[in-house]
């Protein structure tokens, strides 16, 4: 029996060729409303065999759909789903920003809302006063999770085996002498975080910059980002932060109250 020359790559490879061809297909799906196995297995310059083999796999995972009447492949239910949940992040600095404006107002602080991103936390919207000397964490930006409180709100969310993966990783070192770089003592901040619901960052990530960061959640209680308060030490003493936890957890949770009315 001649072997499939794909299915030899695909051993050498990995798992992670087959990774790359199914989101090759899923790229191609995309683009059609509908599509047969001949034409996937063209595009994407594959056997019809291996093709065959990652459509009914994506299939069992509900990421493609197969109608038996037509022949044809679709993007299933559970693509939709991540690409909605992608989409829900992603708006969260429009979503609330009325939120993160009245915020603004009452602290006199820089208002902030990040999103997860790989191994650290992106920021995706900013509310500030007029003049407001930009810091760190600015739009676009991405910062480790351990340094920042954004971060940790987010960390203390992680299940156990989430928050060793981490720690193993390159991304856990130091930014300043405040970092938090040994793993009991950033477990027992964790643990302090998830009971009282915010997280602080005291110059840990830039000498100089303090920030207090509650949890947004979905409808589902799955936690989709992170809402701070955050300004130069000079302006925003470290007592401060504390002061400020409590109206910030409010402040998440109206957020994600807002989340749920917006999506299904």
């Not at 954004?150 to 070192?173: H, N, T």
């Not at 793993?183 to 000498?207: I, K, N």
């Amino acid at each position: 029996m001649v072997q499939d020359p794909a299915e030899s790559e695909e051993g050498t490879l990995g798992r992670v060729q087959s990774l790359v061809r199914a989101f090759g297909l899923l790229d191609e799906l995309a683009k059609n409303d509908s599509m047969t196995l001949s034409e996937l297995a063209t595009l994407v310059s594959l056997p019809r065999s291996t093709t065959h083999r990652l459509l009914t796999t994506m299939q069992a995972l509900r990421y493609v759909a197969f109608d038996r009447v037509t022949a044809r492949w679709s993007i299933g239910i559970q693509a939709f789903t991540v690409g909605a949940v992608f989409a829900q992040t992603r708006d969260l600095g429009q979503l609330g920003r009325s939120i993160m404006r009245s915020l603004m107002a009452d602290v006199h602080h820089c208002v902030n809302i990040a999103v997860p991103e790989r191994h650290g936390i992106c920021y995706v919207g900013q509310a500030a006063e007029y003049g407001f000397q930009q810091t760190a964490a600015r739009p676009g930006a991405v910062l480790p999770l351990h340094t920042t409180a954004s971060g940790k709100v987010i960390m203390a969310q992680w299940s156990r085996s989430e928050l060793d993966r981490y720690l193993q990783g390159a991304m856990f070192k130091g930014r300043t002498a405040r970092s938090i770089v040994d793993g009991d003592r950033l477990r027992q901040e964790l643990a302090v975080t998830y009971e009282r619901g915010y997280a602080c960052d005291d110059e840990e990530h830039d000498m100089g910059l303090r920030c207090v960061a509650a949890i947004v959640h979905d409808r589902h209680r799955t936690p989709r980002g992170a809402l701070s308060i955050s300004d130069r030490s000079s302006k925003l003493a470290r007592a401060r932060l504390d002061e400020l936890g409590p109206s910030l957890v409010l402040a998440a949770q109206q957020m994600s109250t807002e989340i749920a009315h917006q999506y299904f």
